[in-house]
Every structure is written in structure tokens, then in C-alpha cells.
């Protein structure tokens, strides 16, 4: 039988996505993003310091941190209070290694901003609407220090967005929600820039090969979802906060 998707969608059309700009008062940069029934608040704050490996460089640092809330999946999650899981590091370190490909260091001085990506409600692709979210977030903060004259120009060249893909049931599928990711032959999590540079491919199959003509569909596909994803990004920044 034919897997019907959720939200009727067709095999390339992503979930409904929507990104609210100045959720919270206090962090230069807050936004709640929405992909589907995924839902993260992602925050950037500035510090104005460095890491000591990093100080004598001349370039500022972006880095990120992720975790899930205790209610957000069925089950409650335990919190991490003194080191996260590894899961919870490969994710945060996926998110700053894709937002520092698209940041020119020598633009940012002499600090840190930090992107905190806190998952409220999981429906799959969480890794991935952090990613969307953080770069929002990002830029706010960048708008911010701008705004206070700390900064001559944007640090950040172009945007960049994520998107997963897979092949569920035979078929290749486009940002997939919890149950498909679950029962997924292959699974794809996948950073672009605007100008069509991949930042991170992340993929294998789930006890399952897939060929070269299948891995072109599925990058080919994600191409395509994270154009639409930047274009989303791109209107929500064009807005007035809140």
C-alpha cells in the first residue's frame, strides 16, 4: 500500500514552515521556527570574549549548542544537566560547523555568538530546523550588533539551510516527519548554501544499499527543498520582529 503522507503532501514538498522572529525580548537574535509539528525556539547571544585557543587569531567564533526539552517527545526526556549525550554533541556540532561555513571571521571580532537551538515538540527533522532556525536567529543577532555600531559590516555571505530526505517505502521523500524517518530505507540529512554549495551530506541506508542513481535523487531532491527553505528564511527576514 502506498504511504500517505502527512498533511496530504506530495514526495517533494516539505512540511508547512513557518519562523517567528523576536519570540523572546532578551536575546539579540530569538526565533521559533515551526516544520510541521516540529517546533525549536533557537536563540543567538553575543559574548564578548573568545575561547583562549582562539584569542590571539584576530577572528571571532560562532558555536552552537542543541537539546531536546523534557516534553517534548511522548515519552519525558531526562535533562542533561552535566554532559549531554552523543547524539545531543554530534547534533550541536552539525549545527556550528554548517553556520560557520557561511561566516567571514575577520568580520565578526573579537567574540563569540552563540546559537542555542532547544527543541520544544520533536516530529522528525529536528537537527535540520535548527539549522533553518539558527541562521535566522544568526542574522538578527548580526542586525543587532550592527545596530550598535559594533560591527562595519555582515559577517555573513550568503545563507544556508538544511533539509532531510530518504526513501521510505520505496520511494524517495523529502523532509520526513517522525514515522517515516522511523521506518526509512535511507536517511539523508543535508546543508546547503544559496549558491548551491553543499555544506554536509549525512546519509546511510537503514539496513539497506542504495544506488548511485537513488543518491542523486535524494540529493537532487534536497536541493530543491532547502532553494525553498532559503526563500522562507529570506521573507521572514524581510519582515518587522515579533
Not at 510541521?36 to 525556539?41: E, Q
Not at 538578527?140 to 559594533?150: F, G, Y
Amino acid at each position: 500500500m502506498k504511504h500517505q503522507r502527512s498533511e496530504g503532501r506530495r514526495a517533494s514538498q516539505l512540511r508547512s514552515l513557518t519562523f517567528v522572529r523576536g519570540y523572546t525580548d532578551r536575546a539579540p537574535g530569538s526565533v521559533l521556527v515551526r516544520l510541521g509539528n516540529t517546533t525549536l525556539l533557537c536563540t543567538a547571544t553575543v559574548e564578548e570574549s573568545l575561547p583562549p585557543w582562539r584569542k590571539e587569531s584576530g577572528l571571532g567564533w560562532v558555536t552552537a549548542e542543541y537539546d531536546m526539552l523534557p516534553g517534548s517527545t511522548g515519552d519525558r526526556r531526562p535533562r542533561r544537566r552535566h554532559s549531554p549525550d552523543g547524539r545531543t554533541v554530534e547534533i550541536q556540532r552539525l549545527i556550528g560547523r554548517v553556520m560557520r561555513s557561511v561566516i567571514d571571521f575577520t568580520r565578526v571580532g573579537p567574540r563569540t555568538i552563540w546559537l542555542d537551538c532547544d527543541v520544544l515538540q520533536a516530529d522528525g527533522g529536528t537537527r535540520t530546523a535548527a539549522i533553518n532556525g539558527a541562521y535566522v536567529a544568526l542574522c538578527d543577532a548580526v542586525r543587532w550588533l550592527k545596530s550598535r555600531k559594533l560591527l562595519d559590516g555582515s559577517p555573513v555571505v550568503e545563507a544556508v539551510a538544511a533539509v532531510s530526505v530518504g526513501k521510505v517505502g520505496g520511494r524517495i521523500l523529502l523532509d520526513l516527519d517522525y514515522e517515516e524517518d522511523s521506518s526509512a530505507e535511507v536517511d539523508f540529512n543535508v546543508a546547503m548554501t544559496a549558491s548551491g554549495r553543499f555544506v554536509e551530506v549525512q546519509g546511510a541506508g537503514e539496513g539497506c544499499t542504495f544506488t548511485r542513481a537513488e543518491l542523486d535523487g535524494m540529493l537532487k531532491a534536497a536541493a530543491g527543498g532547502i532553494r525553498e527553505i532559503i526563500a522562507a528564511q529570506t521573507k521572514a527576514l524581510a519582515r518587522r520582529r515579533g
